[in-house]
């Protein structure tokens, strides 16, 4: 008879994301874990003390696959580089994904991104503190469009009666330009804005006249 595995921290991480990844966020408890790795779900605490201590580590995992960014290149980049590699990071495990973007992960993948982040704010020309509020902002945004993009559809009915009411109005756009709310053109056009908006205030901060 075979002798049963030895639990760690990083078995019971692996087995939340594949339940995640199968069976979508309200699969993922303590029980469903358990049973995953065939243990009783009493066992699990004995390395995490709670539910959502382990679902942050997974949310730490599933950002593993993001690369670093090329310190070559500008900082605009690497900032949209980092932030596109965590949306798409996170959406590759739908499980895990609503947890991502309640709650940004700030384990060693989460700390490792964020250093990054921290290191082309500061090249954009802010200053100490405002390079903090500007990755707060920053986090804040990724995690309001990820909330989205995790029940992203398609131009539905919704959709067609927006973009006709918006049409009517006098002097309206037109309604056909609307995104679909939580998709990549969404989320890539507003990351664009903010990334202007910082390159903006680091202009304004040095007293210099912003870019057109």
Known sequence: MPRPRTLSRELIIDAALRVGDREGAKAMSMRRIAGELDCDPMALYRHFDDRTALLDEVADRALAGVADPDPRKPWADRITDVMRGIRDAALAHPGIAPHVASRPPMAANGK???VAVFAALAEAGLSPPEVVRAAQTLVAYVAAALAMAVNAGARDARW?????????LPGGPPGRDLFVVGSEDQF????????AGIRAEAARTRHEPPPN
């Not at 067609?160 to 009517?168: D, E, G, Y």
């Not at 890539?188 to 990334?195: A, I, Q």
């Open 160 to 168: 067609h009666q927006l973009s006709t009411t918006l049409s009517a």
């Open 188 to 195: 890539d056009y507003g990351l664009r804005l903010l990334v």
């Open 112 to 114: 490792r991104l964020g």
